[in-house]
């Protein structure tokens, strides 16, 4: 049950510098800290859902190192199976998973809230905010706070020296393969010149000719 892979701590490192958030996530844990009293911890992932920071009181990262998610796992559903990292990452939404709804048996004992983390300009999803806890101590009460602090890492990144010095703004070709549903082509299925749109789904997006999907902004 523990994670196929777990980074080094050198690969750690450049994860985190390479992923744009580091200006940010000390800022929102101290917000999320004083706004719950829950015995809690802060996870935030890149985008391929590897763990960078990972906060909380040391009793329930205890209780996280005997599952393995630590700083340098590898979160995905590949690595781990079915969790609430995963499924933000696949819908592209925000999720809520506890207890049995995990894949992995030694997972059923947490509740987990995760939300990607949006550039602020393209809408790509630079990586997901997770807060995890023993079921006893987190309900769904926490998805609104979990949502509206990864759309704040998303305010404050604007203002980050490392955005001011230009973070990509263009969707990554990760961030395409995301748009698709599972088993659909990360190819384009449409021909022909124009606008085309693509309206049900998780995710609205639209293609200019043969051109690939591109998520449509909530503006």
Do not use: K
């Amino acid at each position: 049950t523990d994670p196929r892979r777990v980074h080094s701590d050198a690969d750690i490192a450049l994860n985190r510098q390479r992923s744009g958030l580091a200006d940010i996530v000390d800022p929102v844990w101290d917000a999320l800290s004083q706004a719950s009293a829950l015995d809690q911890l802060m996870i935030v992932t890149d985008a391929a859902g590897d763990v960078l920071w990972r906060y909380g009181s040391r009793r329930v990262r205890d209780e996280a190192e005997r599952i393995g998610f630590v700083a340098g796992a590898d979160w995905s559903e590949a690595s781990v199976g079915t969790n609430a990292i995963s499924q933000a990452l696949r819908t592209d939404n925000a999720v809520h998973m506890s207890g049995p709804e995990h894949f992995a048996y030694s997972h059923m004992s947490w509740t987990c809230m995760a939300a990607p983390i949006r550039h602020p300009v393209s809408g790509e999803t630079m990586g997901i905010l997770d807060v995890s806890g023993p079921r006893r101590s987190l309900g769904s009460e926490v998805i609104p706070m979990v949502q509206m602090s990864a759309r704040l890492m998303s305010e404050i990144l604007q203002h980050s020296p490392r955005f001011q010095a230009g973070i990509p703004a263009e969707p990554t070709a990760q961030s395409h393969a995301q748009l698709a549903a599972p088993g659909e082509s990360h190819q384009p299925v449409h021909s022909g010149p124009g606008l085309h749109l693509r309206l049900l789904g998780d995710v609205p997006a639209f293609a200019v000719g043969a051109g690939h999907w591109q998520p449509v902004s909530l503006r």
